[in-house]
């Protein structure tokens, strides 16, 4: 038996239903596949990230100790105000964050524009070896410092080569903890900032320069009216990141003195948090956490607001 | 051909962590749990119980604990930091099973950390029991079981007595003319430091100071309060920190660490090898040394061999100890831990038997609390090192008369208070000398009983009396 051609086919039972299951499928393919490919990271995200975030919110409203928490309402947060740490530990992270903001940026400035100077030679070796601190991390650079500061270290040493009774305890006085650090930190940090500022130099227009100069404008006047201007929205990012690491900063103090330092000089907000997570009490630890979040979160919108302004502004 | 639509990077790298994680997941290594596991944190304590660098046949505790009993017993040297953090995270969770030590190992200066629960609460299990039924009542030196107690109830072993001497280079106080060893009395001490300064002074030595002191760190301040009696936090958890005791003492302090014609101290840089360096380079001619601290100066200024000797500390007027008590460790056994009759067993072995407290006897100078083995032979011996003198000796005998020292999660903060007082009081004094300082003094450290009183309070569980 033959069908002449063009004559219908009877319909193929089977075969439809083939055709309706995998018309379904590639219906629910294309609702659902977004999904699919989201739901690794939005899985892990709700994990790792938004899980801990809330437990960390709630645990801020309780007090805990060994395996016991009770709900204690704000007292957490109501403490915090009371304690002296607390405003310590605050205005040592102001300091450091001002200091880090004040020395470190022109510094990486100043390095960025020799750099960019076509009268420096090697500039690749000194690119790489103003930058390479910034790739070994806070703990290895207080460890280093450690040996360079100590009592009979190489600086030490070198300063009394000149003055012979100069007494310069670095670690252990009061008085000169705080420069260590930001001396420490500067040694880190100033070469990351100096190869964004390079970068960001390379890339202003040439011929604005020439326009200036056409218009006789001298190289005060050049850098003050191309040069920042050209640099503002790295500067912007660089003071931004500058002021988050400052208010984050724990490692290399804490390293570096092995503790929170000679008269509490090396206790930042993270470490006075660190310290009530070491005695247990982990409600008072997030408290303190969530309150150096809105604190990083409120700078950093000011920030933001003032250089969208300065950039709007004619 | 095959064809990737990411790109090739991408395959190779997805490739790459298949592999990775496939390989992972087969040789995943699977380590057997020993019967006993016991965190330690200190590398000497690790080196003791393994026996390292002892000979093949010498007695080893451990392993006639595993011969004894058939079990296998593992020690974890784990950095004191990650130890803290791991064992507060276990007791938090209530964790159970394999991964709960069997014993641990806890420094004085971290231990108060695990006493913020009510007592039934701690995570290490009470051995007040174990201590009565085992017959070690009365044998262990009484003051040092009190850092690791609250209210009583007994939660660790301790390690060590720590009392505190003061060891000073003979051979420079000797060529300034003076015999150290004669000062009874702080005020004598503090004298006869001065005249060992001006010796030096007048001798070229500007920067040669008699004492090592603290200008920041109130370990010495709290070293010398304690042998005054005073626990800046006691044992009923109060704050003592503007004890009229400890006013004096910190008004004494100052003086004798900031520049004026009081000065004998000095600081050094923290870490043994640095105070070693500077005690053999001759920046400092004393220093207060508990037992564990001799054995650092042995190892790291060899140069001063046969120069140091060690004395008693002076007496206070108001005191009957001539001694302190500086650092510490304890063994305990986790609530959780498997089998609490067996960890117990293997501490004992460790802590509390002749043979268990050989070989830190023999290679340390540190002093164990159970008075069965001060009857040592060794104890008798004469140390070239420090002059020839029988060194152990003067230990013991400071070690029945260790004044006792009480740890709470308070302890901590009142010291680092104290710490502050201490800077600023010296800041003080620097710019205004003695006027004024004692009404100063006083209202910082009634300021730092406020802080530390609110931080209690902050801290205390709402069950907690």
Redesign the interface.
Same mark, same amino acid.
């Given at each position: 038996m033959s069908l002449e051609p063009g004559a219908a086919r009877p319909a193929d039972p089977p075969r439809a239903m083939s055709a309706a299951r995998s018309e379904r499928w590639w219906a629910f393919q294309a609702k659902y596949s977004p999904y699919f490919f989201v739901a690794p990271f939005a899985i892990l995200f709700l994990i790792f990230l938004v899980y801990p975030l809330v437990r960390s919110f709630i645990l801020s409203f309780h007090q805990t100790a060994g395996s016991i928490t009770h709900f204690v309402g704000l007292r957490n947060y109501a403490f915090l105000p009371r304690d002296q740490l607390f405003w310590i530990s605050a205005l040592n992270t102001l300091f450091y964050t001002l200091a880090f903001l004040l020395c470190q940026i022109p510094a990486a400035l100043i390095l960025a524009i020799l750099l960019n100077s076509k009268r420096v030679k090697c500039k690749s070796i000194l690119r790489f070896a103003f930058f390479a601190p910034a790739l070994v991390g806070q703990v290895f650079v207080a460890v280093i410092f450690t040996l360079l500061l100590a009592n009979n270290g190489p600086v030490n040493n070198t300063i009394r080569s000149v003055f012979p009774t100069a007494e310069l305890n670095w670690i252990s006085s009061p008085v000169l903890a705080r420069p260590a650090v930001v001396i420490a930190s500067m040694w880190l940090s100033t070469g990351f900032g100096m190869i964004y500022l390079l970068a960001a130099l390379q890339s202003v227009d040439k011929q604005l320069y020439e326009a200036a100069d056409v218009d006789g404008a001298g190289r005060w006047s050049q850098f003050w009216h191309v040069t920042l201007p050209g640099i503002r929205p790295v500067l912007t990012f660089l003071i931004l990141t500058g002021t988050i690491g400052g208010l984050q900063l724990f490692e290399l103090p804490y390293v570096l003195f092995n503790g929170t330092g000679p008269g509490q000089a090396g206790l930042t907000i993270v470490a006075y948090l660190f310290s009530w997570l070491e005695l247990g009490e982990m409600g008072t630890s997030s408290a303190i956490g969530w309150v150096l979040a809105g604190v990083v979160i409120v700078v950093s919108l000011v920030q933001v607001r003032i250089a969208r302004g300065s950039k709007e502004a004619p | 051909m095959i064809s990737f639509h990411l790109g090739k990077p991408i395959l190779v790298m997805a490739v790459l962590a298949l592999v990775a994680g496939g390989v992972g997941m087969v040789v995943r290594r699977t380590e057997n749990r020993a019967d006993i596991e016991v965190w330690t944190f200190a590398e000497s304590h690790w080196r003791t119980f393994n026996g390292i660098g002892l000979a093949p046949d010498a007695p080893l505790p451990k392993r006639d604990f595993e011969r004894d009993t058939g079990k296998s017993v593992s020690i974890k040297l784990i950095v004191a930091r990650a130890l803290?953090t791991r064992l @507060?995270m276990q007791?938090?969770? %209530?964790t159970k099973g394999d991964e709960v030590p069997d014993l641990v190992e806890v420094e004085i200066s971290?231990v108060?950390?695990?006493f913020?629960?009510?007592v039934d609460?701690?995570?290490f299990l009470p051995l007040n029991d174990f201590i009565k039924r085992r017959g070690w009542e009365g044998k262990i030196v009484e003051s040092r079981l009190a850092p690791w107690s609250k209210d009583g109830v007994i939660f660790g072993i301790p390690q060590d007595v720590h009392p505190v001497m003061i060891t000073y280079n003979a051979e420079l106080f000797e060529q300034a003319g003076i015999d150290l060893a004669s000062s009874a009395t702080w005020p004598a001490f503090w004298k006869n430091c001065l005249a060992f300064q001006k010796y030096w002074r007048e001798h070229g030595e500007?920067?040669r100071w008699a004492l090592e002191l603290?200008?920041?760190?109130s370990d010495s301040l709290v070293t010398m309060l304690l042998q005054r009696g005073v626990n800046v936090v006691d044992d009923q958890n109060q704050v003592r920190v503007n004890d009229p005791k400890v006013l004096a003492t910190l008004l004494d302090y100052v003086r004798m660490i900031d520049d004026g014609p009081q000065r004998i101290g000095?600081?050094?840089?923290?870490g043994n090898q @640095?105070y070693s360096?500077?005690f053999a @380079?001759g920046?400092i001619g004393a220093m207060f040394c508990p037992d564990w601290r001799l054995k650092y100066v042995k190892d790291y200024a060899p140069s001063l061999a046969g120069k140091l000797k060690v004395m008693p500390m002076p007496a206070w007027p108001d005191s009957p100890y001539r001694t302190s008590t500086w650092g510490g460790t304890m063994m305990g056994i986790p609530r959780n831990a498997r089998d609490p009759e067996l960890s117990w067993s293997l501490l004992e072995k460790l802590y509390l038997t002749p043979e268990g407290l050989a070989d830190t006897m023999h290679r340390t100078y540190i002093l164990p609390p159970v008075k069965t083995v001060w009857n040592d032979p060794i104890f008798e011996e004469t140390d070239p090192f420090y002059s020839n003198q029988p060194v152990r000796k003067l230990i013991r005998e400071l070690g029945s008369n260790v004044p006792p020292r009480y740890v709470s999660?308070a302890s901590?903060v009142a010291q680092?208070e104290l710490?502050?007082v201490l800077?600023k009081a010296i800041a003080r004094h620097h710019a205004n000398g003695d006027a004024g300082l004692e009404e100063y003094c006083r209202g910082l450290l009634d300021?730092a009983t406020n802080?530390v009183a609110?931080?209690i309070a902050?801290?205390r569980? %709402?069950d907690e009396p």
């Open positions: - | 803290n @507060s007791f938090m969770g %209530d971290t108060g950390r695990y913020r629960p009510p609460q701690v995570g500007p920067r603290s200008e920041s760190n000095a600081s050094t840089a923290s @640095s360096q500077d @380079s920046y999660p901590t680092a710490s502050m800077i300021e802080a609110a931080r902050h801290g569980m %709402d």
